[in-house]
């Protein structure tokens, strides 16, 4: 792995290793080692186009924890037009030395472009493009779910067999694309569930069941069910039906929450909208790796960051 | 002291831990030792609600000078419903694994929410919530009186005896607050004296005399004269008098500071209006201890942030 | 030297002892070793009354590659009065110690102003004040052009018999000022070369010659054509041209460049209006020296901040 663009292009090996060193990473913070000396003299960029307070924190934990030099760039707002300013600011973080740069920014393909066009030579990490992808979110979600089903005997293990039910607006989704490639990478079947104005036909290529009918999907007893945000900006859109209706329809409410067996995980990845697309019951229940998720965050993190830079390290 | 949130509940002892410790920082800042590393490791989080680059940076400079690995989270204009919005932070913040949070915020109480709550087990500062409480301003401002009343010898003691008014808009200022709990914890006699629209019947309850007359104040000739910032957003409310009506009645003039005896010393919290509630005699000369109040702050928050922290390295 | 504050103050010997300083800290940079211990304990602020990514993230590059603790700090839309609030932050900065300021106001002078009112007691580094200097740039500037001319040879040399054309907009630019007195301090001669209306009389002082010619500058085949950017801003004042207009009458163009030697060096300080000021063919070929001047600048930060701070940690 040269890059973490996107989870369609993991291999199972790769996706495994980065989820067994993730283990590690974890198992250091357990056990109170919190700094790693891993990269020190390495500079970190992380180059956010679009704000994302609770990403850029826990890629900055993760940094710090490899003794990494962080150097935080919030770029709004320029006037330049998109694919110049990329590539200037590419360009200007080669120059200095940035030795692995994480990138989040509205337009899809952004950090391909960085990637490939050879304006700059380091890692690239994706924070989230666009509707496109958002790798570190699955393989943290992946990480979350396996630990959920095999506890301590986790390493080397994917997801074969489990079933996940992904609910809310499946079109608009990076955290539910990315999720798709990497849970059927993992071995798991996905069942995407949504209304049919945010669950299109285009979807079809996707290696998941659709279902419109949300009780129906839960009727199956999944391992997991994960919640998405409802996006308070589009809720007025044409897409959206009404939020009361929205909930009756496609959120996890007490009594759907009820109906579930005691062994599915309830995952949401934050921050929730309580009473809308998810019921505080099910929100604060023991079945919610809410809390968990964000917190295996920092040790994907720091185990995708120590894998691409290690390579650099030597390699430079 | 798990949090340090309000002055009005720290006792003498745990009072003069915290000034005694501050000695401590400052003396190895004066020998060069200017980078301990007693938070090693150590994550703290500086959460600000609310614009304030004076006390950020201090907290900043004290961090960092204990060599904690340092996060800046700046969360303005957050739309979403702020209790919620701080919960979701909350659990963010202990999810990634924050040993401590500063916080900084408009609503009254915010901290005291974030302690209590459960939401984040690591000690919080109190970096000033709404026009409630301003704790480690307080400390500093104690530590500078004590500093220039007992000099060397200041170890162990409290500013028994001592005499202190306090002039300018009572009503919402939280280092009045702050610190009129602190010094008569600490043995001093406090007068606040200020407009009869801005030192309300309220504070009755408060262990303080009032006044509406600053010159029989100062007749007394007090050991110190802290002069509040006037807000100058404020300055149009109906509370106001006029700004030159404001500095003839209320401000510390030049005529009303050569009246003053020499040994009384002239404190501001900062940034000042010279002119309005400060003349620039008083506020150059050798008795203001503008800048001290400045400089005492970086170690009365390290001292702060050691004695919270160091406990917690231990206790998790 | 105690500041760095316009490159008109430098004598020769300062200019290059900064230059050489610069190429040991490339040399270290080139073998990989990234992190020196040299500011280690020393607490430099970024001081940044306008927006400036580019040249805040060299600096911050610089300064921790020197181990120093780096405090962000960006002061825009102040409503205080500009000189009291320079000085109320100058005397924060010093309270709180900080040992180094690097300072970029949209003022003339205020980094002048800063080193020189005794409000704090650190080395000032200018990184751009308004229309005036910018010192840093300049340095870079030179140092890439003397690394083009004397490559591994260039250590203790100046830039004698040198001859640089600089075009554009010289009435707003400090780099265009910084510039000319540091390239004749070391030797060069310099041609600025503009529209009338930006290239006023009132240069005269200068140690240049003026040209409204840039075909007739560019046939002398100059070591350098240094090509400013026009500032999207500036277009629709009565000062400028047309787009179209400007392009042909001061631009880099595809004809232009291949008039040239292959020895002249196309120099920008970037970011780079392709098809305005410069075309495509010029900025991308091996004359250009862009992404080595954004390389450069970080030695050469290093180099002033190393040079102005080693002094300062022994002194202080």
Not at 134 to 141: E, Y
Request: hydrophobic share 40%; with cysteine.
């Amino acid at each position: 792995m040269k890059h973490l663009l996107s989870t369609s292009t993991l291999s199972r090996d790769e996706a495994i290793l980065i989820l067994d060193t993730a283990e590690d990473m974890a198992a250091t913070q357990e056990r109170e080692v919190k700094k790693l000396p891993a990269l020190r003299g390495v500079t970190v960029v992380n180059l956010f186009f679009e704000d994302s307070t609770r990403t850029r924190i826990s890629f900055e934990a993760a940094e710090k924890r490899l003794s990494a030099d962080v150097i935080n760039f919030a770029a709004k707002g320029s006037s330049v037009s998109k694919g110049e300013s990329l590539k200037d600011t590419a360009q200007t973080l080669h120059a200095i030395g940035a030795d692995a740069v994480v990138i989040r920014h509205p337009s899809t393909g952004a950090p391909q472009m960085l990637a490939e066009r050879g304006w700059i030579d380091a890692p690239i990490l994706n924070a989230g493009d666009g509707c496109h992808e958002h790798p570190t979110q699955a393989l943290l979600d992946a990480f979350t779910l396996r630990r959920r089903l095999h506890g301590v005997a986790s390493r080397g293990k994917g997801l074969d067999g489990a079933h996940i039910v992904i609910v809310g607006d499946i079109l608009h989704s990076r955290v539910a694309r990315s999720n798709v490639w990497l849970l059927t990478t993992l071995g798991a079947r996905v069942t995407l569930v949504g209304p049919p104005t945010l669950l299109p036909a285009a979807i079809d290529g996707w290696p998941a069941e659709t279902s419109y009918d949300l009780d129906a999907a839960l009727a199956e007893g999944p391992d997991a069910v994960m919640m998405l945000r409802i996006q308070a900006e589009r809720m007025h859109d044409s897409f959206f039906p009404h939020t009361r209706e929205y909930a009756r329809m496609w959120g996890l409410t007490d009594a759907r929450f009820r109906g579930l067996p005691e062994s599915t995980s309830i995952m949401h990845p934050g921050p929730m909208n309580r009473g809308l697309e998810i019921a505080s019951a099910a929100a604060d229940s023991p079945q919610s790796t809410v809390l968990e998720q964000v917190a295996n965050g920092v040790s994907v993190r720091m185990a995708a960051l120590y894998l691409l830079c290690s390579g650099v390290k030597e390699g430079r």
